[in-house]
């Protein structure tokens, strides 16, 4: 990759990456404030504020903002993540000042107009209804707040219904003018971009962001958990988690493979026992989330009310054995999957550009790839097993939805687990 950093002397990073053989340019601004940065009686507010961002401006009603970058065949697009909030653009190639200037626009003089404000606290109060609706993804909810009970960290991304209507515009302001800072921030451009002329522009169009650090968010205490509800579904969808490596760990990319490997693929040691050898499971994967302080590893799967009592017993021997005889080949396996995987992501602009905009918030730099996959090279067999026993000598935390009458319980699992770390 041939990224390019200058800090612009506010101290707001611009990174770009020219792809010659583009037409296009992703363009993006993220800050280093999310959902976890949320205070007490904020649930939600993140997620509302990339909302409101674009429901006008000083300058532009909902609308023009709407049809002026679609005047130009181009689309914006947001997101709100548990420690970062990104808003993004693609356009062609001359359409990037425009592309940046209403980037700069709606996170740096936001309107918050109380009428838009109601419509837009019902649009999230059907999202997340619609989540609730959703037990696969609820699921995932329900075992961050497991793990990381009575924190920030802890609470969904999109609120509660009473949260997110108890939310009005001085709170927005008030969450924008603490996290949307210039040393909190990046301006990011991939494709056919040229440094110093994104360098000019967001110089200029961003010159109204407040100065100064974003919020520091208060340090996470992993504890574990269960949370399990009865609901008259089809299947039971079940997942089961240990305190994970941050992402800046020494041994953040051997806890990734040793994900990869047990629960990575068709090959995966989950999907080969769970699915193909036992048919527990249509869906089965491992997964490791890696945060600034902490991180939550698991597997997931879902199930019929018949292997209920199955499901968990497997799921725990296939990890802990995993982290006693993985070989060679599975972790070379899951070594190429990885970087496989990075390089076809880094081949689209909006990926890239989003992988550009992740490292320098946190890491202070864009990481060359090259350099991540040496890092990723450079776990061994040893290595990979030995995040593994690390993340499953913590505490489990369980999420389930579903019928789940003859699930394993807290007791037995928390045995099963003890017995099989004895074993090993």
């Known amino acids: 990759m041939s990224a390019r950093l200058t800090v612009l002397p506010s101290g707001l990073a611009v990174v770009t990456d020219h792809m010659p053989e583009l037409g296009t340019a992703a363009v993006g601004v993220a800050f280093g404030a999310g959902a976890r940065s949320e205070g007490e009686n904020e649930h939600g507010l993140a997620h509302l504020l990339e909302h409101m961002a674009f429901k006008g401006t000083a300058r532009r009603s909902a609308r023009a903002i709407a049809e002026e970058i679609e005047q130009v065949g181009g689309d914006l697009n947001a997101a709100t993540g548990v ?47 619609a989540v609730d609706d959703t037990p696969d993804d609820l699921v995932f909810d329900w075992l961050q707040e497991a793990a990381y009970p009575g924190q920030a960290l802890g609470r969904s991304i999109l609120g509660t219904a009473e ?35 994104v360098v000019e522009e967001a110089a200029r169009r961003f010159a109204a962001l407040a100065d100064g650090d974003g919020p520091t968010p208060e340090r996470a205490a992993y504890v574990g958990g269960d949370r399990r509800e009865k609901r008259d579904h089809e299947q039971i969808h079940v997942a089961l988690a240990f305190e994970g490596r941050p992402f800046d760990a020494p041994d953040a990319y051997a806890a990734q493979v040793f994900a990869n490997l047990v629960g990575g693929g068709m090959s995966s040691r989950l ?80 990926s890239r550009a989003d992988h550009h905009a992740r490292h320098q ?38 999420a389930a939805i579903g019928p789940i009458r003859k699930l394993t319980s807290p007791e037995r699992l928390a045995d099963r687990l003890g017995a099989r770390a004895s074993a090993a």
Do not use: C
């Open 83 to 129: 420690e970062q909030t990104s808003y993004s653009a693609r356009v062609m190639e001359a359409d990037t000042p425009l592309a940046l200037d209403i980037l700069a626009d709606i996170v740096v003089e936001p309107a918050f107009d109380p009428e838009e404000l109601k419509r837009e606290q019902n649009v999230i109060v059907q999202e997340i209804g």
């Open 163 to 197: 949260t997110v209507g108890a939310l009005g515009p001085h709170a927005l302001r008030s969450f924008r003018d603490r996290g949307y800072r210039t040393r909190a921030g990046v301006v990011v451009a991939v494709g056919a971009v040229e440094h110093d002329r």
């Open 271 to 350: 999907f080969q026992e769970v699915r193909e050898e036992r048919g527990l499971a249509y869906s089965v994967h491992a997964f490791h989330w890696g945060y600034v302080d902490t991180g939550l590893f698991g597997a997931y799967a879902g199930t019929s009310p018949e292997d209920a009592a199955d499901i968990l017993p497997v799921m725990i021997d296939v990890l802990l054995e995993a982290a006693e005889d993985a070989d060679g080949r599975e972790v070379e396996r899951a070594k190429a999957q990885m970087k496989a995987g990075l390089l076809m992501s880094l081949e689209q602009p909006s």
């Open 361 to 398: 918030l946190a890491f202070g730099r864009p990481l060359d790839v090259g350099e991540i996959v040496a890092k990723i090279d450079a776990v061994t067999v040893e290595s990979a097993r030995a995040a593994g026993r690390a993340m499953l000598a913590s505490a489990p935390t369980l």
